[in-house]
């Protein structure tokens, strides 16, 4: 065995931030020079100069020290590359902002209509401490959405209707907290966060927006709360001096639906007061509690009878049921969707708003498409009831009269279901797992 050596004995001594792994693989590269330098033997008469500062032991232990110095330096610098930049220290500087603005651009593309996708362009003004403002300048009725946490209430104003909806909620009602996570969810914070909870990668360093940033890009599942299987894209972009965020993208396919998402042009740490986010009501409005999202809100009408009523409704416009129930979209951009349908139902429809102004035809939309809204508040119901709540509508069509379209837990054994024809029983967990089982992939 080699007796200890006191370089050796040094270098143990020093402290640094590489892996163990790393460590061990320096130091027995420093030793092994040593050896072999030691193990050299010259056939020459006059030793070299470099061979007699080898032999010198305070010599080698300098040199030994210093290749071992630039061997850490190398680490340092190995290690620093690549991305520099921590998301949890991303998300903290987000958080220490009180107000932001940034712009957002959604798509909605349900593959049996590819040509036919919902597009919504908004302005989202934020503030830790009053709420948000969401402005809509693409949207038929000119839409701004606020949510003001002086008021604990949520404003929807639609100026070329001259109507608005209030909903005041308590703040310990589980639906105003969910209704701000979501929010929370699709912006900055949210997003961070979300992917934090990932598998993610760093991109590595671009120029995005005539800004410098760091890419980053998750495809893990996770980053959706949906149960079914889901494809998901999301990249983000933070800029590398103020490690705020700069751009997001997210791409996420869940069946036949493939939502996009994307946020840009921010602007942080801008000065607000409340009165930006006090909704603008001029006198004349007409409150309204006819549109769909104050339905919900309520919570009424939301029975078993009224969900099938809406599902009827649907595949009577176009055939099929609604790919996704957790959310549906504003009446006018809904009939987007049916609007060159050819089924009875969507002629009729058709028919009957030809020749209507602009505020007769959306008022007469809301009403003929209110029962379809009802489907998406009782399904969100069954989940803050913790019903086990499933759908089955990608896969499901009218003609599947002994498949199961919905269902939902009513006790301890039992599940309430509602059949492809509309037909709605309730059968034992047992029964359950065999009609599920018999589900087309």
């Not at 595949?315 to 089924?343: C, H, I």
Request: include cysteine; glycine fraction near 4%; aromatic fraction near 10%.
């Amino acid at each position: 065995m080699r007796p200890a050596d006191p370089t050796e004995k040094l270098i143990k001594k020093l402290r640094y931030k590489a892996s163990a792994d790393a460590h061990n693989r320096v130091l027995n590269k420093v030793l092994q020079a040593l050896d072999n330098k030691e193990k050299q033997r010259s056939a020459e008469v006059q030793p070299s100069i470099g061979r007699i500062i080898m032999k010198s032991p305070v010599t080698k232990l300098a040199v030994a020290a210093a290749v071992f110095i630039a061997c850490l330096i190398s680490l340092s610098l190995w290690r620093t590359t690549g991305s520099g930049i921590a998301l949890a220290d991303v998300l903290a500087q987000i958080e220490k902002i009180s107000a932001y603005q940034h712009q957002g651009n959604s798509t909605l593309t349900n593959l049996t209509e590819p040509n036919a996708p919902l597009k919504f362009h908004y302005t989202m003004l934020r503030s830790q401490k009053h709420g948000y403002k969401k402005t809509m300048p693409d949207d038929p009725n000119g839409t701004v959405e606020y949510f003001s946490m002086q008021e604990n209430a949520l404003f929807v104003v639609r100026p070329k209707q001259k109507e608005y909806e209030r909903i005041d909620l308590p703040s310990a009602d589980a639906r105003m907290t969910s209704m701000a996570q979501k929010q929370y969810d699709y912006y900055a914070g949210g997003i961070v966060k979300k992917i934090l909870g990932c598998k993610y990668e760093s991109t590595g360093r671009s120029i995005v927006d005539g800004v410098e940033v760091e890419g980053f890009r998750t495809t893990d599942p996770n980053y959706t709360s949906q149960k079914r299987p889901t494809q998901v894209d999301v990249r983000i972009w933070v800029d590398v001096k103020t490690r705020l965020l700069v751009r997001s993208e997210e791409h996420l396919t869940q069946g036949q639906t493939i939502w996009d998402f994307t946020t840009h042009d921010y602007h942080w740490d801008i000065p607000v007061e409340s009165a930006d986010f006090k909704p603008v009501i001029p006198g004349g409005y007409t409150r309204t509690e006819k549109d769909a999202f104050y339905e919900f809100a309520k919570m009424k009408d939301l029975t078993e009878e009224n969900v099938i009523q809406g599902l009827r409704l649907y595949a009577d416009l176009s055939g099929r049921y609604p790919n996704n129930v957790t959310w549906m979209p504003e009446s006018q951009y809904q009939w987007s969707v049916f609007e060159k349908s050819e089924t009875p139902a969507a002629r009729r429809l058709r028919e009957e708003l030809k020749g209507l102004m602009e505020e007769e035809k959306a008022n007469r939309l809301r009403e003929a498409l209110m029962p379809m809204h009802r489907i998406n508040g009782f399904y969100y119901e069954l989940r803050r009831q913790k019903k086990d709540r499933a759908y089955y509508g990608e896969t499901v069509n009218p003609k599947d009269a002994d498949k199961v379209l919905m269902r939902w837990k009513v006790s301890d054994n039992e599940y309430r279901v509602i059949f492809g024809d509309l037909h709605a029983e309730t059968v034992t967990k047992e029964k359950l797992a065999e009609l599920e089982a018999a589900l087309p992939k």
